[in-house]
């Protein structure tokens, strides 16, 4: 996988597998290198870390965004993890749960 964009001169950046939670602008970042790329399982992954730094900020609008795309991802992938989100957007009331 490649690397994150950072500024000339900077020190590397992490690659977007090795991003951590509480890294909004890299999160951020490194979001933006997995849609350029077109990795489907990196988007599900990192839309579920910002689903869970934003919940851990109190912003549940953002957390039911980030759950949401990452939700939609997994299903394009075919990935196990569409049971699982789809099981927390409804427990916060946001989908219907589907069965898998």
Avoid: C, W
Avoid at 11 to 29: G, M
Avoid at 69 to 82: C, V
């Amino acid at each position: 996988m490649g690397y994150v964009a950072k500024a000339e001169g900077a020190a590397p950046l992490a690659s977007a597998s090795e991003i951590l939670v509480t890294d909004a602008l890299l999160l951020d970042a490194a979001l933006l290198e997995a849609h350029a790329q077109g990795n489907t399982a990196e988007l599900v992954r990192l839309y579920t870390l910002a689903a869970e730094n934003a919940l851990a900020t109190g912003d549940e609008r953002a957390a039911d965004f980030y759950l949401t795309h990452a939700f939609i991802f997994a299903l394009e992938k075919g990935g196990p993890e569409a049971g699982v989100l789809n099981i927390r957007l409804a427990e916060r009331g946001r989908m219907k749960l589907l069965d898998f």
